[in-house]
């Protein structure tokens, strides 16, 4: 099994031009899309549906009524002004996709970086959301599939590479070291990585909140608290994967 891993979103363009037909993405935006995914599937979602931009969500909406429209941009809700359409129902706080208004549900959502990432992958054999709060499943999951390679993708912030995400990636790494399915093949952006999470692991929240976008949420009093909900470790046991319609669902 081969690890690679692209640290920057600068990376993500490449991705239309390398053969993924046998491999398996894991897409990691810890602060706060593919954390948010992983919650509102946890908490009864039908399905996540991830677009890159904002008209496309707006013109899946108008088609569907009955779909929830969530997303963001520079962190915060879109509203109607922006969307040219509704207020989107949901912003890109995982505290916010509770069970009683998620349930049985779809959700469209478009955010900054993270869903351009997960549709960045759509060539792949596999495309998984991971997090924090679900990474031990996603490791155990891969490593019960033993894919012949592994491209952990990190969302990043803007056009910056995200610390948070390639902790994340390092993480992953090391528990599949631990089923003794990884350390010969990690590439070296894996290495890298690995590194940062060894140094970082005995405190992810102090970690997270040292990270660009852990100090700017920090610093907004109705989002501060995501970064302590991301930061918890394997609260849910699921696996998120994009099925080849493009929705997001529990495996």
């Not at 899946?60 to 915060?76: S, Y």
């Not at 990270?211 to 970064?227: E, H, Q, T, Y």
Request: one cysteine or more.
């Amino acid at each position: 099994m081969k690890i690679d891993t692209l640290l920057s979103p600068l990376e993500l363009p490449a991705l239309a031009h390398r053969d993924l037909r046998g491999t398996v993405c894991v897409v990691f935006d810890i602060l706060r899309a593919t954390s948010t995914f992983v919650t509102a599937l946890h908490n009864g979602a039908a399905q996540i549906i991830p677009v890159s931009e904002i008209p496309e969500a707006v013109a899946l909406r108008k088609n569907n009524p009955h779909f929830l429209l969530a997303g963001e941009r520079d962190g915060v809700r879109i509203r109607a002004a922006l969307s040219g359409g509704p207020d989107f129902d949901f912003g890109n706080s995982p505290r916010e996709f509770r069970a009683e208004k998620v349930r049985g549900q779809t959700v469209v959502s478009t955010t900054t970086n993270g869903t351009r990432a997960l549709r960045a992958c759509a060539a792949a054999k596999l495309v998984l959301a991971g997090s924090f709060l679900n990474l031990l499943a996603t490791a155990e999951y891969l490593a019960a599939q033993k894919p012949a390679e592994i491209l952990i993708v990190c969302a990043g912030t803007g056009n910056d590479v995200a610390d948070e995400d390639v902790l994340a990636a390092g993480a992953l790494a090391k528990l599949l070291m631990a089923r003794n399915v990884a350390r010969p093949s990690l590439m070296p952006a894996t290495e890298t990585a690995l590194n940062l999470w060894q140094a970082a692991k005995l405190d992810l929240f102090y970690a997270l909140s040292l990270a660009k976008n852990g100090r700017r949420l920090l610093a907004l009093p109705d989002l501060r608290d995501d970064v302590a909900f991301c930061a918890q470790r394997d609260v849910f046991n699921l696996v998120t994967a994009m099925s080849p319609d493009g929705a997001l669902r529990r495996l």
